[in-house]
């Protein structure tokens, strides 16, 4: 059984940082693309960032881009989002995933196998 728990949502003020975490148990972690997606109240999910397996490859949003990085440990079976400048643009729920592909650090929700339950950020102005 697949489990991605995350944490490390909460509270911040407009320019703060806030570092997400996904820990994942029941698969072969490091054998899988990794991603972030968000869902803000009344909105579509969006994809936010992929990391490949090994973590030498990311891939960002354009709203992102530049503010957030996606990391991985292999050895603790975690990814990581770190959410710098943030905007109250960035308020949702974020969602890690496990890809299905090992290659491709797709950006369509449905191309993920497994989701986490997500963790509330907001981003006060």
């Known amino acids: 059984q697949v489990q991605l728990v995350e944490s490390g949502g909460g509270l911040v003020q407009a320019g703060g940082s806030l570092r997400l975490s996904c820990a994942a148990s029941g698969q072969t972690f490091s054998n899988y693309v990794m991603g972030w997606f968000r869902q803000a109240p009344g909105k579509e999910r969006e994809f936010v960032a992929a990391?490949?397996?090994?973590?030498?490859?990311?891939r960002y949003s354009d709203s992102v881009k530049g503010r957030f990085t996606i990391s991985r440990d292999n050895a603790k079976n975690t990814v990581y989002l770190q959410m710098n400048s943030l905007k109250p643009e960035d308020t949702a729920v974020y969602y890690c995933?496990?890809?299905?592909?090992?290659?491709?650090?797709?950006?369509?929700?449905?191309?993920?196998?497994?989701w986490g339950q997500g963790t509330q950020v907001t981003v006060s102005s």
């Open positions: 990391i490949s397996r090994s973590g030498g490859s990311t």
């Open positions: 995933a496990i890809g299905g592909s090992q290659y491709v650090l797709s950006a369509q929700s449905w191309q993920y196998q497994y």
